[in-house]
């Protein structure tokens, strides 16, 4: 049974690290991009918060546009050493 938005008195939050989107088209990020489209939708009753440490790349943006989620950038915290 899905999630009625109306039940909840808060969105539950969900934090992606969406490091890969930086980068360009890739394998990881095209994957993770599609991921990320089809669970940010304006009708979900979840709000997705989006961190990376490098800006992301222009070619998601889309996914940036949506109401539903939140960009942060953390650029003192580095991320894991074989994503940078």
């Known amino acids: 049974m ?3 938005t109306n039940e909840l008195k808060y969105k539950p939050r ?3 690290d969406v490091r890969p989107l930086a980068y ?3 394998g990881n990020s095209r994957y993770l991009a599609e991921v990320l489209r089809r669970l940010i939708r304006n009708d979900s009753p979840l709000e997705y918060y ?4 490098k ?7 889309d996914i940036l546009s949506n109401p539903n989620s939140r960009f ?3 650029g003192k915290f580095p991320g894991i050493i074989w994503l940078n």
Request: proline fraction near 9%; charge should be neutral; glycine fraction near 8%.
């Open 2 to 4: 899905p999630i009625q």
């Open 14 to 16: 969900v934090g992606v």
């Open 24 to 26: 360009g088209i890739t």
């Open 50 to 53: 989006l961190y990376s440490n």
């Open 55 to 61: 800006p992301i790349h222009t070619v998601f943006y």
């Open 72 to 74: 942060f950038m953390t």
